[in-house]
Structures are given as structure tokens and as C-alpha cells.
């Protein structure tokens, strides 16, 4: 009788074994469609604010003090529409925060943040194009932020950055929407 039994025992146990390796690579397959969508989302926020930054950095009002209260109120309207503050920071050593949207015009500001590991505005201005760093604590708004930094290149050489420092939280909020 066991004899008769152990082929229909052997196929329920290959059944029940492939079935569970079938469920692990069908989530395996679902994890990473949705790990490539979070990823594109995100990236699709950073390029979109890169886009608008670089319009920025070709402005001729970056290239007179005199001008800059123009300048920060087309940075004003970045905040407005993407929802991340911008900073004007000087290309020089130390790199120090000219204006910043977070507070009025004119406030004293103290220099960039030198984030550990990547850092996006050293990596600019050393090549002339954008960066994105690490994760950092910002001094102003006290929270964690992730910095695009778009260098203004006048003449081959970098005059000053722009950057724009995106809460971490936005991030989770869209990790969280995507559930």
C-alpha cells in the first residue's frame, strides 16, 4: 500500500514545492516593478527640478548682486510650484549661502553644509555640471534633505551655484501613496 501511495506523495510534495517557488518569483517580479516605479518617480521629481534650476542659472541676475532680489523672486515661484526651497551659494571656498528662499532677502546666512559622504556642490563646481548629493541635515530648516546643486557657468568656468535641498519626508510621502 505505501509502495502505491509514495508516487502520488512524491508529485503533492513537487506540486506544493513548485507552487511556493512559483508565489517567491511572481512577489520577486511584483517587488521589483514597484521598486522601478518608486525609482522613476523619484527620479522624475529630480530631473524636474533640475530642468527648472538650470533655467534659473542662466539668468543675467545671477551675475550682479544688485540683481539678486530679482533673482530670488524667481526663486520664489520655484518654492511655490515645486515645493523645495532654493539657495544662491558662492562658487568660492568656503562656498557661503547668498540668499535663500526659506528666509527673507538680505537675512545673514551661514555657509553650505558639507554633508558626509557625497556631496553634490563640491562635485558641481569641481566639474561645471549638476549633482545630486547624500542625504544631510540642512542648518536653516533643521530637517533631513537631499541637494541638486546646478552650477551657473559663465566663461567655462563656474561663477556660483543654485541648489534646491528636497525634504526626505517628500520622499516618503511617495513611498507611502505608491502602497
Known amino acids: 500500500i505505501w ?14 514545492f513548485e507552487s511556493v517557488r512559483t508565489n517567491q518569483l511572481e512577489f520577486d517580479k511584483d517587488a521589483d516593478a514597484l521598486a ?10 529630480l530631473r ?3 530642468g527648472a534650476l538650470q533655467v534659473l542659472s542662466g539668468s543675467p ?16 515661484s520655484f518654492q511655490q510650484r515645486f515645493g523645495s526651497h532654493v539657495v544662491l551659494a558662492s562658487a568660492d571656498d568656503p562656498m557661503r549661502m547668498l540668499f535663500n528662499t526659506r528666509v527673507p532677502f ?24 549638476p549633482a545630486v548629493g547624500d542625504v544631510f541635515s540642512g542648518p536653516i530648516a533643521d530637517q533631513t534633505m ?23 519626508r517628500l520622499f516618503e510621502n511617495a513611498l507611502a501613496d505608491m502602497r
Open 3 to 16: 509502495l502505491c501511495m509514495l508516487p502520488p506523495l512524491a508529485l503533492a510534495g513537487w506540486l506544493a
Open 36 to 45: 522601478q516605479m518608486i525609482a522613476f518617480s523619484i527620479d522624475a521629481k
Open 48 to 50: 524636474s527640478r533640475a
Open 61 to 76: 541676475d545671477i551675475d550682479t548682486p544688485d540683481r539678486w532680489q530679482n533673482l530670488y523672486s524667481a526663486a520664489k
Open 106 to 129: 538680505g537675512t545673514p546666512l551661514p555657509d553650505l553644509p558639507q554633508p558626509k559622504g557625497r556631496a553634490a556642490a563640491p562635485i558641481a563646481r569641481k566639474t561645471g555640471l
Open 146 to 168: 537631499v541637494a541638486i546643486v546646478i552650477p551657473a557657468v559663465r566663461d567655462g568656468r563656474v561663477s556660483s551655484l543654485l541648489l534646491t535641498a528636497i525634504e526626505t
